[in-house]
């Protein structure tokens, strides 16, 4: 069965840390380039990091410095290392699967609350 599981979200203090997990089966992970995306009610879903399958990474300019992206190919799982957090951050994170050949594929999770508030 292909799917996507994320894990890892919670309630935490502006300024604590979480890490995401985002564990994949069904499909060849290591040739999928992963990403987290976030999103608030009433906002369009936002990218926040991408790692592509040769693991060279990419963030936005919000999270630069704060997120990390990674990837364990054995365990088919990425990663979302987050600290200094802000209430800004505040959002349901999805982790995205995608490939552009032969045939362009996109895989989505379900997501996972992350609230951070004092």
């Known amino acids: 069965q292909v799917q996507l599981v994320e894990s890892g979200g919670g309630l935490v203090q502006p300024g604590g840390s979480l890490r995401l997990s985002c564990a994949a089966s069904?499909?060849?992970?290591?040739?999928?380039?992963m990403s987290w995306y976030r999103q608030v009610p009433g906002k369009q879903r936002e990218l926040v990091a991408t790692?592509?399958?040769?693991?060279?990474?990419n963030y936005a300019d919000s999270v630069k410095g704060r997120f990390t992206i990674s990837r364990e190919n054995v365990k088919k799982t990425v990663y979302l290392q987050m600290i200094s957090l802000e209430p800004e951050d505040t959002a349901v994170y999805y982790c995205?699967?995608?490939?552009?050949?032969?045939?362009?594929?996109?895989?989505w999770g379900q997501g996972t609350q992350v609230t951070v508030s004092s």
């Open positions: 790692i592509s399958s040769s693991s060279s990474t």
């Open positions: 069904g499909f060849t992970f290591s040739s999928y380039a």
């Open positions: 995205k699967a995608a490939k552009s050949t032969p045939t362009p594929i996109s895989l």
